[in-house]
């Protein structure tokens, strides 16, 4: 089936946003309100990209957040007199000017949606928030592939970057690959000035409707990557950038889609964009960005990222690559043919495949990796060279995993000025939710395995011996860490020396966890 052809975004006209806004408060059109109406099958199924069975529980209902969820959302064509009903302050005719709804058959016959118009809810340190995101229709309500001018909602990706950015209070944030704006409207929650940038036209255009329906101010830039802001510095700069690893040869064009692959061969995209970033960033200034990445056969996971933050680190920033999971070429094949809207049923399957296929063993690649990367500009003058840490994170613990990101990107700092008799002279505390676990076998006092175990944060569990266990057992902050390996060198009877050279860079790893604070 080919690609359906995208309608123009929708007009920012201020007087019939007003209305609109307006009407989807009185409609108490929400994401809780949503969720109450679905109930938990319907909401499950709906996840999964099955609309029959929110269709269903929908249809008679008479709520006005029921009729515009099953308009803009699920694909159904509604009568003018029921979208007028639902809207009665824009109406059926002002939301066709707003370029939201046009004719489902004829001019005079039910309406059907031209875009994606949701609810969005979410918590930060402001507050709740309750937004509306417009974007293209999704496959579930066209039943067509998606274009490759596609304009995204709120995905899983989307609200990952939102969960990891540092939420301090920041003078300026560049969003860049802004899409639909959904970073840049967080943002605004805790910047004095934000800057949303993207290639795509026609994102801005969404950008642009959704800052203005949520009564957001951002100033939009179109261009490509770093272009639109250089020479300038930011305090925070997100980005959920188009790295989707794409053949560039063998493979039609539907296989190019512009909100989600940068045009270039292999991870290139992300390798240009963490070797440009350095300069935008102001001191104590932060980056957070998803990616994925090549793992050529034979070669360490994080071969690539440490590559490409060569350059950044050594300007004097820290770098930290996270893997949270890796995939094969077949399944990541599987994955973004499938995101485009291609199935195993379709006749291309088999072609797509085989350009992705080959395109990876062209470069030699046994794995793709996906995570998160975070770099920051440490505050001081004082020059140094960066640190560069990669790791492959377990799973995700308790708390809010932005403010850990934060902690960590600090402590990384914090620890760069600090030798080892600065920190023997510190008085560092073990964190709340970190827990010892023995592990014995049965009937043996001795344990054979001792785990110090984080509730918070990434939720990692570290193997400790007892000199290391008893150490961060004692630490309250009522002694200095000096003072209280010495202590335990003495009830133990280990040897002051080596238990400092064994203790010291332990802690240094707890503290960059978080498991230990300074």
């Known amino acids: ?225 770093l272009e639109p802001v250089a020479g300038e510095r930011f305090d925070l700069i997100v980005s959920n950038p188009p790295f989707v690893i794409t053949p560039r040869e063998g493979a039609e064009e539907a296989t190019t889609w512009t909100y989600r692959d940068g045009g270039r061969a292999g991870d290139a995209l992300l390798a240009e964009l963490l070797q440009g970033l350095g300069p935008h960033l102001s001191p104590g200034g932060v980056v957070a960005m998803l990616g994925n990445w090549e793992i050529p056969e034979g070669a360490d996971w994080d071969a690539h990222p440490r590559r490409w933050l060569q350059e950044a680190t050594a300007q004097g920033i820290d770098a930290w690559v996270l893997q949270r999971e890796q995939e094969d070429p077949a399944q990541y094949a599987e994955t973004w043919i499938r995101d485009g809207g291609v199935t195993d049923r379709d006749p291309r399957w088999e072609a797509l495949m085989g350009a992705w296929l080959a395109d990876f063993a062209g470069r030699d690649v046994a794995r793709i990796g996906f995570g998160y990367l975070l770099l920051r500009r440490p505050d001081g003058d004082a020059p140094r060279a960066g640190v560069l840490r990669a790791e492959q994170v377990p799973g995700t613990g308790s708390g809010t995993l932005a403010e850990h990101l934060a902690a960590t990107l600090q402590a990384l700092d914090q620890l760069a000025g600090l030798d080892d008799d600065a920190l023997a002279a510190a008085r560092p505390v073990r964190a709340d939710d970190v827990v010892e676990r023995r592990h014995l076998t049965p009937g043996q006092w001795d344990p054979m395995l001792i785990e110090l175990v984080q509730g918070a944060g990434f939720a990692r569990a570290v193997p400790a011996d007892q000199l290391l266990a008893a150490t961060v057992g004692a630490l309250d902050g009522t002694l200095t860490l000096g003072q209280v390996l010495g202590a335990v060198c003495a009830l133990t009877d280990a040897d002051p020396a080596e238990a400092r050279d064994r203790v010291l860079p332990a802690v240094r790893e707890l503290i960059v966890t978080g498991m230990v604070t300074l």
């Open 1 to 225: 089936m080919p690609s359906h052809r995208p309608v123009e975004p929708p007009r920012v006209l201020p007087q019939e946003i007003a209305a609109l806004r307006a009407d989807l408060e009185a409609g108490s059109y929400t994401a809780e309100t949503v969720e109450q109406l679905l109930g938990p099958v319907a909401a499950a199924a709906l996840q999964r990209e099955n609309a029959a069975p929110a269709l269903r529980v929908l249809a008679e209902r008479p709520e006005p957040a029921a009729a515009l969820l099953r308009l803009f959302t699920l694909g159904a064509a509604l009568p003018r007199t029921r979208v007028d009903a639902v809207l009665p302050t824009l109406g059926a005719a002002g939301a066709q000017q707003l370029g939201l709804v046009g004719p489902a058959d004829g001019p005079d016959g039910p309406l059907r949606a031209l875009v994606d118009l949701a609810p969005y809810s979410a918590q930060d340190d402001a507050g709740q928030i309750r937004w509306w995101i417009a974007s293209d229709l999704s496959e579930l309500a066209t039943g067509r592939p998606l274009g490759p001018e596609h304009v995204l909602g709120v995905g899983g990706a989307s609200l990952t970057l939102a969960r990891i950015t540092p939420r301090r209070p920041v003078g300026t944030v560049l969003d860049l690959g802004c899409g639909g704006g959904i970073q840049a409207l967080h943002a605004a929650r805790h910047a004095e000035h934000v800057v949303a940038t993207d290639l795509s036209a026609r994102a801005l255009a969404f950008a642009a409707f959704n800052t203005a329906l949520n009564g957001v101010e951002v100033e939009l830039r179109q261009g490509s990557l």
